[in-house]
């Protein structure tokens, strides 16, 4: 494969170099566009063998951080990143892995190569529901066990989803329960390359209260419109006339 | 709700010979494990740091570190806001150094941005990141004597921290969440003598620094505490992904800050101290002199304090324009309402970015398609990877070593959970 040639891999970020030599050793292996540190996109059977060489002849001795990306809409939907460091030269290299099953998505666990991946992995099946094989202990690490969903995922809204309580014999005794947070008023998320009245920051998808109900139809609506735009305003009928 | 359960006691007789075979076993050297649970809060945990032990008597068999307690949700918050409106919530990370924080987040989004910010804001920023390394390390001390025993210290400490804050007030407008920094520049200028009165604090630290150390360093009994307890190997070390002083006691010698100079540290000159067991002592020594070499970078950075703007001017898409010039002219009035109502316009792209906190590294990886909002904002606290860790260096330990071992790590549970 021409690995690297001709790619624009950004200011002396070295992908090419690292490509260069890892390419013929690994089939399918990609540069990825980078502004920063050399990246490569990597096939999910590969990536045990890929870390390790990085690991024991390239000198990415560190695992700093793993973690992925909900593309929505796309597929593959999920990407799984690696950022190693080089301590001797303090190099950094971003290796991404696309989960190929949009609905179940799997990736080799890196736990036998670095003692961090542990905790990393955990995070990111926590967050995202991407199961890692292998894995000796795949748990949820920041939300509780039993918890239903993953909430990074894009289609989990910002507010969060009625769920039951951690421990059910409280739950039971008091019929209390994890609500959605009241969003009135912010966070704020700001649309560019649509309409003024559509880029005005406004709560993307929760702008009701205790005070003001969920819409009914809400999930009919258009993603994050807002029912009253000044557009659809405009389109009614002139109110200055009633 | 409450109900009475009725215990059969049985015949008092009976159990007596049971009671006596269960101490017979107790005694007879195989042990029986117990279960202890300590945290969510608990003074040694600093924050809501759970530990599930198991004890086989006074020595733990396994630690299993429970965390998630104040886990708020900023990743996901921050896809739902823009990047400017996202520093606040970087103050409550690392809570303890919340400047510093702010520095490391604006400056990794300033890189997705490709935006070079003037000497002079450059400058304040540096000075911000070390006052921050002085005050979450004095407190990193404070409470770690405390957690060995030695009160004193811990007053000391916290006398010159309210000092740090009283600058950090003047500067910022607040204690303890600053906010300071916006993409391509920091919220205003340093005040009229401000410079002069960091180098007051600088001159009148230092003594006193020396005299809380000397009640720690040679102190028998903190030695007993600390000397060969929770060593953790250079292998390990790396393994779990440890940085910071975590790192650099360890002997492993890596610093951000001199190995991949950002800010202008390789302007400074300055010593990176490392350690040579990985114990619990070099942490506290690694620490102590990083406090030094620390007045010693801010010495150097006031002496040579560069003048000029103190944002980005030419970043017109990124920066808000100075606030005189909003309410008189009409461009600057668009440009700051185009920045509000949609963001800064940033390019698409991926940038994963570290700096070395006072607790170690804290990253930011952003993955921007353009626009004001960033698509994914990973950030990566130093002190999960240091707690990772615990698994691994606490069985064997007494009891009594858990509190010295996790202040010794100088954890924050805000970057942890996130």
């Not at chain 1, 690292?18 to 990825?32: A, K, Q």
Request: proline share 7%; with cysteine.
């Amino acid at each position: 494969m021409s690995a690297g040639e001709g790619v624009d891999s950004g200011p002396a970020t070295g992908t090419g170099e690292l490509l260069d030599s890892l390419g013929p050793r690994f089939e399918g292996l990609e540069p990825r566009p980078t502004t920063d540190h050399p990246a490569t996109r990597c096939r999910a059977e590969f990536i045990r063998p890929l870390l390790k060489t990085l690991r024991d002849e390239y000198g990415y001795l560190m695992l700093m951080d793993v973690t992925a990306v909900d593309w929505d809409e796309e597929s593959p939907r999920f990407t799984v990143f690696y950022h190693l460091l080089n301590p001797k030269t303090a190099q950094y290299a971003r290796v991404s892995v696309d989960c190929l099953d949009d609905d179940e998505p799997e990736v080799p666990s890196v736990v036998s190569l670095f003692a961090a991946a542990e905790w990393h992995e955990r995070e990111t099946y926590d967050m995202f529901g991407i199961r890692f094989t292998d894995h000796p202990d795949l748990r949820r690490i920041l939300m509780w066990e039993g918890y239903p969903y993953f909430p990074l995922r894009k289609e989990f809204p910002l507010a969060g989803i009625e769920t039951e309580l951690p421990d059910s014999e409280v739950g039971e005794a008091t019929e209390a329960k994890v609500l959605p947070a009241p969003m009135m008023g912010g966070p704020f998320v700001a649309q560019s390359g649509q309409p003024m009245s559509a880029s005005e920051p406004r709560g993307r998808d929760e702008s009701w209260t205790e005070h003001h109900h969920r819409p009914e139809d809400f999930d009919a609506l258009e993603g994050p419109e807002q029912p009253e735009t000044l557009e659809d305003r405009s389109g009614d009928k002139p109110r200055i006339e009633d | 709700m409450a109900e009475t359960k009725e215990i059969s006691v049985g015949d008092m007789g009976a159990r007596a010979g049971e009671l006596a075979e269960r101490r017979a076993e107790a005694n007879d050297g195989a042990g029986e494990e117990m279960g202890l649970n300590v945290g969510p809060s608990h003074p040694t945990t600093h924050g809501v740091l759970r530990l599930l032990m198991q004890l086989d008597g006074d020595t733990v068999t396994k630690c299993e570190p429970v965390i998630g307690y104040l886990h708020r949700g900023d990743e996901k918050i921050a896809e739902n806001m823009t990047y400017n409106q996202f520093v606040p919530y970087t103050d409550r990370l690392d809570y303890l150094s919340p400047l510093a924080n702010n520095v490391t987040y604006a400056m990794a989004v300033e890189q997705l941005a490709g935006l070079e910010v003037p000497p002079r804001c450059e400058a304040i920023r540096l000075i911000i990141s070390e006052l921050a390394r002085i005050s979450s390390h004095l407190l990193g001390m404070g409470v770690y004597g405390m957690d060995a025993g030695a009160w004193t210290a811990f007053m000391y400490t916290f006398t010159e921290r309210e000092k740090l804050y009283t600058l950090f007030e003047e500067l910022t407008g607040a204690r303890f969440t600053t906010s300071y920094t916006r993409i391509g520049g920091v919220a205003r200028d340093i005040p009229e003598g401000w410079l002069d009165r960091v180098s007051a604090f600088l001159d009148q630290f230092l003594p006193i620094l020396e005299e809380t150390q000397r009640l720690l360093t040679r102190n028998r009994i903190f030695l007993d505490r600390t000397e060969g307890v929770g060593v953790i190997t250079k292998e390990d070390a790396l393994a779990y992904g440890l940085t910071g002083a975590n790192l650099r006691a360890c002997g492993v010698d890596f610093d951000l800050r001199k190995d991949r100079p950002y800010l202008g540290y390789d302007r400074v000159d300055f010593d990176v101290p490392i350690g040579t067991r990985g114990d619990c002592y070099d942490r506290y020594l690694v620490r102590v002199e990083e406090l030094r070499q620390s007045v010693r970078i801010l010495r150097q950075v006031i002496a040579d304090f560069p003048d000029g703007p103190w944002y980005a001017e030419d970043a017109k898409e990124i920066f808000a324009p100075r606030k005189d010039k909003i309410v008189t002219s009409m461009e600057e009035l668009i440009q700051n309402f185009m920045l509000v109502t949609e963001g800064p316009r940033m390019p698409a792209g991926e940038v994963y970015f570290e700096a070395e906190n006072p607790k170690g590294a804290l990253g930011f990886f952003v993955v921007s398609k353009g626009g004001g909002v960033p698509y994914r904002l990973k950030i990566r606290g130093p002190s999960f990877s240091s707690l990772s860790v615990l698994p691994k260096i606490v069985p064997g330990h007494m009891l009594t070593d858990i509190t010295v071992i996790l202040g010794s790590l100088d954890f924050v549970l805000g970057e942890c959970d996130r």
